[in-house]
Structures are given as structure tokens and as C-alpha cells.
């Protein structure tokens, strides 16, 4: 998977749809192409649009549950050909945060440069930020097979 670095303070999501849809979807294209899915509903929610985009790309995206919280061991053994994302909180900014995993491990767009952090490391920053699940989930991210 290719490690893409935020480049503002709320791109994380350009980041991670990149980095899951893998090549020829770079940092530009994402952001581009994202301008054609609404953002939020008309009482101002934020609205998934990449779930949208995915699908219309011709990939799937899954939401799982996650058995293990502590470790979130659910994660060290994706399908084969799949990534998957991570949606959290960041209590002391006030913000939602997403990572992307795949099989050699954890990529956080917000670091710099982003790079590969085994699961066990990626857990107990998550710890020691006092991060937060939104939910018991994860989405595992795959190109769709057949029509």
C-alpha cells in the first residue's frame, strides 16, 4: 500500500481512500473525483461519500465487526487482497480520525511522513492518546468481483 501524508489538517479521508484503492488512485485523483459526492446532509451531518465512490469505482466496502477491542487482533489477519480502515475519535481535538491496515501493518496519514506501524504499536499509542472507537467496527475495503 502506498503511504500517503496529509497535506491539511482534514484530509485524512482523501488519505486513506487513496491508500486502500491502491494505484492509479493517488492523492489528487481522490480529491478530485470526491468533489462529485455531497459531504453533508442538509441539516449539516457529515455524510460517508467515499462509501459511495468505492462502489462506484467498483470496490466493496464491508463493515465488520471487531471482536477483540484491546488488540484489535481482528486487523494483524485481513482476507487476502484486502485493506481495511479504522474510524476513531480524538477526544482532546474534538475530531474523527481514520487509519488504513493492511498486512504489513498500519499506515496514520496524519503522521510525517506516514509510515508502517506494526498493529501492537498502533494499539498502545491508541492507548496512551485515550483515543476512541466510534463503534465496534472496522471496514474492510476490497475490489469487487464480478458485476
Not at 473525483?33 to 465512490?53: F, I, M, N, V
Not at 475495503?141 to 458485476?147: A, C, D, N
Request: aromatic share 10%; charged share 30%; proline share 5%.
Amino acid at each position: 500500500m502506498e503511504k500517503i501524508t496529509q497535506r491539511t489538517h482534514d484530509d485524512c479521508t482523501i488519505c486513506l481512500v487513496a491508500m486502500v484503492m491502491g494505484p492509479p488512485y493517488t492523492y489528487e485523483r481522490v480529491l478530485q473525483d470526491s468533489k462529485q459526492y455531497p459531504r453533508a446532509d442538509a441539516e449539516g451531518h457529515g455524510l460517508a461519500w467515499w462509501k459511495d465512490y468505492l462502489h462506484d469505482e467498483g470496490f466493496e466496502a464491508e463493515h465488520r465487526s471487531l471482536s477483540d477491542l484491546r488488540a484489535l487482533s481482528d486487523l494483524a489477519s485481513l482476507p487476502k487482497d484486502s485493506r481495511a480502515m479504522l474510524v476513531f475519535e480524538i477526544p482532546h481535538l474534538r475530531t474523527g480520525h481514520i487509519v488504513a491496515i493492511d498486512q504489513f501493518g498500519v499506515v496514520d496519514p496524519q503522521e510525517h511522513p506516514a509510515e508502517y506501524r506494526s498493529l501492537t504499536d498502533f494499539c498502545d499509542i491508541f492507548k496512551i492518546e485515550g483515543w476512541r472507537l466510534y463503534s465496534r467496527h472496522f471496514w474492510l475495503v476490497r475490489k469487487r468481483i464480478g458485476p
